[in-house]
């Protein structure tokens, strides 16, 4: 049995805006600011690249995540078919 892939996706958003540029405050704000709000906006880069899970890892921890989050250690059994 293999173990599950992992990703990690890079995307680039161009914000123009007119008289102020435009400053990065989060998700929802960025995406209301290209959608509803005074701005205009464009993915104008992705890309994906599978990564190991040793590199997962590293990845997660430096975005201040619990590796955890998205990696079950492979010791660990499918607690929904062990509980009753």
Do not use: C, W
């Amino acid at each position: 049995m293999t173990g599950p892939n992992y990703y990690r996706t890079i995307i680039v958003v161009e914000v123009l805006t007119e008289g102020e540029p435009y400053t990065f405050k989060g998700y929802e704000d960025l995406a209301y600011t290209v959608t509803d709000g005074h701005a205009s906006g464009d993915v104008i880069h992705e890309s994906t690249l599978e990564v190991t899970e040793e590199q997962m890892s590293k990845l997660l921890t430096a975005q201040g995540s619990d590796p955890d989050f998205l990696i079950i250690p492979a010791e660990a059994p499918n607690e929904a078919q062990t509980a009753t």
